[in-house]
């Protein structure tokens, strides 16, 4: 039977999605196409930082309450504590007021080129560590100023999400704003060929490819201080410090089965340093 190529690409969560399934009946590979975009879609309006109306801010918006959160929710929360945990907190989904006092308060598109004289809290984050979750309320409890920041590992988990979905139809890759997830292998390859790039130096520049490889039934995710700058600023904040981390890594890529690993631990590799 001969395979075909489908692919499709969007905006969503702040990034460009886009994503590749080998299936071959047209129409129905069309329709799971958009039914995962409708995935990101659903995700990205409950976890989004930048809607007043979202779930998480309205989970943000009442500390010292135990709120009752989707499923959706609950499972992003859950997993971003217990990184936070495995990562001895180098990874930390609380740093939200310092990523804001950074200058970081509105969708990247929108922040402005020029320097910026705000730099952070200067006050250590960590504040996952009082987070309190309700099994049987499916609730969840902050305490006071603490914020939860889904961020790249929501972006990553429903990227695998994603994946698990279309992989129902045949060999799939989802590739969320540069973090891959990839299901079987197209036929006759062993998996899909991906590359880690060099890092951006210029807005316009095409990065070179560091090394590349197969891609199959993983995640490969990366984080740096590259791309995601305004001003004297970036995104990543180090918990130790409540500011920008200062380190001497530029990007971090780590490969593994499960994607909210992956992101918590390039995270974590990056604000650690060599």
Sequence with gaps: ????????????????ISLWLEYENDDEACGALRQTEAMFAVAETRLTRFSDTS????????????????NVLWGMAGLAVARAQETNGLFDPTTLPALEAAG?????????????LPSGSGEPCGGWRQIRFNREQQAIWLPEGVRLDMGGIGKGVTAQQAASFLSQWGACLVDAGGDLVAGDGPTGNVGWPVAISAPWSQPDETPRDLLRLWLRNGTLATSGVDYRRWGNAHHLIDPRTGRPAET?????????ADASRAEAWATAALIAGL
């Design 55 to 70: 779930e998480l801010s309205r989970l943000n918006q009442r500390p010292e309450q135990w709120v009752p959160v989707s």
């Design 248 to 256: 001497d890594v530029i990007t971090a890529s780590v490969l593994a």
């Design 104 to 116: 970081y308060g509105r969708s990247f598109e929108l922040l402005p080129a020029q320097p910026i």
């Design 1 to 16: 039977m001969k395979q075909q190529w489908h692919s499709h690409s969007f905006r969503a969560m702040g990034s460009r």
